[in-house]
């Protein structure tokens, strides 16, 4: 009953949170300078024919119907007609959606498999030479931005060592192997920073458990340092490290604006910056609403995980 209770809570404050995203959104595109048809026909457009365009837009009503004709359509699935390519804004985003999912997952994948072990290691060899080139590297993996990385890679993987082509995207619809050869090196790009935030703090959390007295407790029953570290103090350090893992989530799937821009990618990513250029207030509306849902169900999901990790959370009301 409490961990139902707990998910319903949740799934309210997820429910109110979108709410006011909606809200905000819809102002600030809607209070901003400019007129969307004027911005369609030109500046030499004729009063009559800016008249007829408001009228189609739904321009000419007011801002809390219009608002409310835009919820009823997002929540219906009809997201508007984009101003730019003229086309509903649902198959474009739909259309545009696999590729920046499909790079998304990959980076999380390359986060689980960098971040815990790179963590764990650092931690576990804290003072030898090992630990501090893997505290050196996570440091230098925070230092560069992500399209940096993405550069170097294009550089040093793509121009040096021809390892592979940049700008040769593959269609997923044509060949999905080689689709998925050409974004593990914007995945690398993507996870690398993010990886490195995950291992330090679980570095850091580690080195924090082996401090407690429940360690101390255990050598004294002559466990072994790898036996402390795998059933009691890993345990531990994974709980806050789980909730860091969500919020990564979240900034993977809209972190990759800039990938997609230096590799080429026609993501989710490029439709944004592409619908920013061209004022295209009904995709720009739909796209920030869809990243902002991102983000809380991936926050809920950490939720969720953290509270299953920490038995003394499932007491908890």
């Known amino acids: 009953m409490k961990t139902a209770a707990y998910c319903f809570q949740k799934l309210l404050g997820i429910l109110i949170t979108m709410f006011l995203v909606?809200?905000?959104?819809?102002l600030a595109f809607n209070l901003i300078p400019g007129d969307p048809a004027q911005l369609i026909l030109g500046t030499e457009a004729t009063p009559q024919s800016l008249a007829e365009l408001h009228a189609r837009l739904g321009l000419d009503k007011s801002l809390p119907v219009r608002y409310l004709s835009w919820l009823g359509g997002l929540l219906s699935g009809d997201m508007g007609i984009s101003l730019q390519y003229s086309k509903p804004v649902s198959p474009l985003i739909f259309e545009r959606l696999p590729v920046t999912a499909w790079l998304a997952g990959l980076a999380l994948v390359f986060i689980l498999l960098l971040s815990f072990p790179a963590g764990v290691l650092s931690a576990k060899s804290s003072r030898s030479f090992l630990g501090r080139l893997l505290d050196s590297l996570t440091v230098l993996n925070l230092a560069l931005p992500n399209f940096f990385i993405g550069i170097l890679c294009i550089w040093v993987l793509g121009l040096v060592l021809h390892i592979f082509t940049p700008g040769a995207y593959v269609d997923y619809r044509q060949n999905f192997q080689g689709f998925l050869r050409y974004l593990i090196f914007p995945a690398l790009a993507i996870a690398l920073p993010n990886a490195a935030v995950i291992a330090k703090f679980l570095r850091t959390s580690?080195?924090?458990?082996?401090?407690?007295?429940?360690?101390?407790?255990?050598?004294?029953?002559?466990?072994?340092?790898?036996?402390?570290l795998l059933k009691h103090v890993l345990k531990n350090a994974l709980i806050p490290a789980i909730t860091l893992f969500g919020m990564i989530i979240a900034e993977v799937f809209s972190g990759s604006i800039l990938i997609e821009q230096v590799y080429s990618l026609p993501g989710i990513g490029r439709l944004l910056i592409s619908a920013v250029n061209s004022r295209d207030f009904p995709l720009m509306e739909s796209l920030v609403v869809y990243i902002a849902f991102l983000v809380t169900v991936a926050n809920f999901a950490a939720d969720l995980l953290k509270r299953a990790a920490d038995p003394r959370m499932k007491s908890e009301p």
């Not at 909606?22 to 819809?26: A, G, K, S, Y």
């Not at 580690?206 to 402390?228: P, Q, R």
């Open 22 to 26: 909606t809200v905000l959104t819809f």
């Open 206 to 228: 580690i080195l924090a458990e082996k401090n407690s007295g429940y360690v101390a407790t255990a050598k004294s029953k002559g466990l072994s340092d790898n036996a402390i």
